[in-house]
T-cell receptor, first 113, second 115 residues
Framework: DAGITQSPRHKVTETGTPVTLRCHQT?????MYWYRQDPGHGLRLIHY???????DKGEVSDGYSVSRSKTEDFLLTLESATSSQTSVYFC????????????FGQGTRLTVV | GNSVTQMEGPVTLSEEAFLTINCTYT??????LFWYVQYPGEGLQLLLK?????DKGSNKGFEATYRKETTSFHLEKGSVQVSDSAVYFC??????????????FGAGTRLAVHP
C-alpha cells in the first residue's frame, strides 16, 4: 500500500470554527490532491499541489485553503467551517506524469454541527 | 469542460451474474481513462486503466475498453462475487492549463452482490 496517512480520521466541529486536515505521504510523490466525496457527486477536487509551495484551486475551492511547506505534507484548512462542508475528505498522491495512477488515503469524515 | 457520466445505482445482482456499469465521457483531447473501486470504509484504489483508443484494461476479472467513437469506457465482469460489492468510479485524466494532471471522477455506482 502507498504510504498515505490522513489525520484525523473523524472530526466533529462547530460552525464557524477553523479546522485543519493533514495528509502525510512517504512516497516522495510530486502531486498531492484534496477531494471531497458527497453522495451523488463522486469526488470533487478542492485544491492540488504540484510541488513545495506550489498549489492551485480545483473546482470547489471556496471556503478552503491549503499549504505545502514540505514534500510529504499537504494541509487543508477550513477557515470558518460551515454545515455545507460536512463531507468525507480524501487526500491523493501521484507522480504526476501522464497515465500514472493516483493513490488515496483512507479519508477523513468531517461533520460540522 | 471535461466530464464523466456514470449509470446511476445501486446495481443489485446475484452471485455469478454478469455485470455492466456504463461510463461515458466528454473530453476535448485524448484523456486516459480509469476505473477505481472503493470498498466500505476505505479510500479509492485503482482497478484498471486504458491510455488510448481501443485499449482494453483488465484486472481481477473486470474489463473495460476505451471506445473513442462512442466516448465510452464501460466496466464488465462475467461472473460477480459477493466480495465485489463496492462503489465503482469511472475517471478520466485531464490536463490542467499549464500541463498539470488531475483526475475527474463520475458520481460512482454502488454494486451490491448477494449470494
Amino acid at each position: 500500500d502507498a504510504g498515505i496517512t490522513q489525520s484525523p480520521r473523524h472530526k466533529v466541529t462547530e460552525t464557524g470554527t477553523p479546522v485543519t486536515l493533514r495528509c502525510h505521504q512517504t512516497e516522495n510523490h510530486r502531486y498531492m490532491y484534496w477531494y471531497r466525496q458527497d453522495p451523488g457527486h463522486g469526488l470533487r477536487l478542492i485544491h492540488y499541489s504540484y510541488g513545495v509551495k506550489d498549489t492551485d484551486k480545483g473546482e470547489v475551492s471556496d471556503g478552503y485553503s491549503v499549504s505545502r511547506s514540505k514534500t510529504e505534507d499537504f494541509l487543508l484548512t477550513l477557515e470558518s467551517a460551515t454545515s455545507s462542508q460536512t463531507s468525507v475528505y480524501f487526500c491523493a498522491i501521484s507522480e504526476g506524469t501522464v497515465n500514472t495512477e493516483a493513490f488515496f488515503g483512507q479519508g477523513t469524515r468531517l461533520t460540522v454541527v | 469542460g471535461n466530464s464523466v457520466t456514470q449509470m446511476e445505482g445501486p446495481v443489485t445482482l446475484s452471485e455469478e451474474a454478469f455485470l455492466t456499469i456504463n461510463c461515458t465521457y466528454t473530453a476535448t483531447g485524448y484523456p486516459s481513462l480509469f476505473w477505481y473501486v472503493q470498498y466500505p470504509g476505505e479510500g479509492l484504489q485503482l482497478l484498471l486503466k486504458a491510455t488510448k483508443a481501443d485499449d482494453k484494461g483488465s484486472n481481477k476479472g473486470f474489463e473495460a475498453t476505451y471506445r473513442k467513437e462512442t466516448t465510452s469506457f464501460h466496466l464488465e465482469k462475467g461472473s460477480v462475487q459477493v466480495s465485489d460489492s463496492a462503489v465503482y468510479f469511472c475517471a478520466l485524466q485531464d490536463m490542467f492549463s499549464g500541463g498539470y494532471n488531475k483526475l475527474i471522477f463520475g458520481a460512482g455506482t454502488r454494486l451490491a452482490v448477494h449470494p
